[in-house]
Nanobody
Framework: QVQLVESGGGLVQAGGSLRLSCAAS????????MGWFRQAPGKEREFVGA????????IYADSVKGRFTISRDNAKNTVSLQMNSLKPEDTAVYYC????????????????WGQGTQVTVSS
C-alpha cells in the first residue's frame, strides 16, 4: 500500500516556474515507478511524465518536454516535478501516481494516486 500527497501547486504567471512535490508513505516506495498526470476541466486525465523506480529513466509528454523535469529521492520517499516556462495551457490539477509495473503512459496502469494539487497559469 502506498499513500501519496502532492503539494506545491499555486498561481503563477506565464513564463514562471513551480515545483510540485509528492510525498509517499510505505516502505516499498522505491519499487514503484512514479508518474505525473494532469487534468484540466472538461478534459481527460493526461500523462505528463514518469520516472523509473531507480530514477535512471524518465519519459515526458511532448507538450512538456524540455520544460518539465521529474526527479525522485528514494531515501526521502519523494518525487518532484519541476515546471519551467509555464504556459496557460498547463493549467490543471496535477496528480502523482505509483505503478508496480514500471513506467506507463496510461493512467489505468497506476495503482495508487494522490489527491491532486491545482496549478493555475495566468496569461
Amino acid at each position: 500500500q502506498v499513500q501519496l500527497v502532492e503539494s506545491g501547486g499555486g498561481l503563477v504567471q506565464a513564463g514562471g516556474s513551480l515545483r510540485l512535490s509528492c510525498a509517499a508513505s510505505g516502505r516499498t516506495f522505491s519499487s514503484y515507478a512514479m508518474g505525473w498526470f494532469r487534468q484540466a476541466p472538461g478534459k481527460e486525465r493526461e500523462f505528463v511524465g514518469a520516472i523509473s523506480w531507480s530514477g535512471g529513466e524518465t519519459i515526458y509528454a511532448d507538450s512538456v518536454k524540455g520544460r518539465f523535469t521529474i526527479s525522485r529521492d528514494n531515501a526521502k520517499n519523494t518525487v518532484s516535478l519541476q515546471m519551467n516556462s509555464l504556459k496557460p495551457e498547463d493549467t490543471a490539477v496535477y496528480y502523482c501516481a505509483a505503478s508496480r509495473i514500471g513506467i506507463q503512459l496510461s493512467p489505468f496502469s497506476y495503482q495508487y494516486w494522490g489527491q491532486g494539487t491545482q496549478v493555475t497559469v495566468s496569461s
